[in-house]
């Protein structure tokens, strides 16, 4: 059996996957790859923090999207008055 700092982070989030994603019990998962229990809870932690972190960042990213859309067809439309009553001043 290996310690837990020799395993990649592919492993590791495969590891993770078959247990958050597929639903296998952590016990049967410890078992069947030879890995603690208590590096699959630690690995589940490390991970799903990673994600939510990810998660946040996209949320933002798309919150920014939906404001810069917003505010330049606020942009456009005051380019179009303006012309428009620069055009009326004459």
Known sequence: MMGAGN?????KRDAVAQITERGYP?????????????????WRRKFTKAVSCDT?????????K???????????????ATAYFAR???
């Open 66 to 80: 939906r404001e810069l859309v917003r505010v330049s067809e606020e942009r456009d439309i005051l380019k179009k």
């Open 7 to 11: 395993f990649m982070d592919e492993f």
């Open 26 to 42: 952590v016990k049967e998962v410890s078992a069947r790859l030879g890995v603690s229990m208590h590096s699959l809870y630690a």
């Open 56 to 64: 946040e960042k996209n949320a933002e990213i798309r919150r920014l």
């Open 88 to 90: 009326d001043a004459r």
